[in-house]
């Protein structure tokens, strides 16, 4: 099916490094979301947006409805930033799709 | 403030065994769901709860039964378990179905590792 697509599968950059992690969908969407699983398995939500820009700290999702993507980036990437991205969406009727990740490791 | 707690954390079955994994949240959240992930495949919804007393399918939901008894807990069951169902299972809640008609994020529970022998 792959209605979501990341890129890239995994990612190594060094500490201070600006990141970006990409996300393509093929379906209209009600709302896309970017969630982080930390390497100990716990998942947390990091934004969900319908539109434009949202920013939390140094983490930066954008969206572009027309083009089907939207971006995460991380600045001043730290090793604690080290971890798996998941890009989802929601669709109607309630539909929930996840991409299969971005493996992040920041090295010191 | 627990927020969404998963129960058990890991279980082995063999092959035919039956259980139920239960999640509990303390959010008074409407919503609550099911999800497994599996290496290269992502999150997978398998069923999912708009309240009290009403479940719905996900993608994925042959093999599994939910019940949403009471607004709190959401329990997802195996009747006869397959290797096939190995497995990391998360539970989730949130106010309102993820992105319609609400901007509130999704809790996940620390998830479950299941084997199935």
């Known amino acids: 099916k792959n209605e979501v697509e990341q890129s890239p599968q995994n990612l190594t950059a060094q500490e201070g490094e600006f990141i970006t992690i990409n996300c393509s969908y093929s379906?209209?969407?009600?709302?896309l979301h970017w969630l982080q699983q930390h390497p100990g398995g716990g998942i947390v939500s990091l934004f969900m947006?319908?539109?434009g820009k949202k920013k939390h700290g140094r983490l930066i999702a954008t969206i572009n409805i027309q083009e089907k993507h939207s971006s995460l980036h991380i600045t001043a990437s730290h090793p604690r930033d080290s971890a798996v991205y998941i890009c989802g969406l929601t669709a109607d009727p309630r539909q929930l799709t996840f991409g299969s990740g971005t493996q992040l490791t920041v090295l010191p | 403030n627990a927020g969404v707690t998963q129960t058990p954390k890991f279980r082995v079955l063999k092959t035919g065994q039956s259980m139920t994994l239960l999640c509990a949240q303390d959010?008074?959240?409407?919503?609550m769901y099911w999800y497994r992930q599996d290496p290269g495949m992502g999150l997978r919804l398998i069923h999912y709860?708009?309240?009290?007393?009403?479940?719905a399918k996900g993608e994925v939901p042959d093999g599994y039964n939910v019940s949403r008894l009471k607004k709190q807990n959401f329990l997802l069951g195996l009747e006869s378990a397959a290797p096939s169902q190995t497995s990391v299972y998360f539970c989730?809640?949130?106010?309102?179905?993820?992105?319609?008609?609400?901007?509130?994020?999704?809790?996940f529970g620390d998830g479950t590792r299941l084997s199935i022998l």
């Open positions: 379906v209209g969407i009600s709302a």
């Open positions: 989730a809640s949130s106010y309102s179905f993820q992105g319609l008609f609400s901007n509130q994020p999704q809790h």
């Open positions: 959010m008074n959240h409407e919503y």
């Open positions: 709860s708009v309240g009290e007393g009403t479940t």
């Open positions: 947006l319908s539109s």
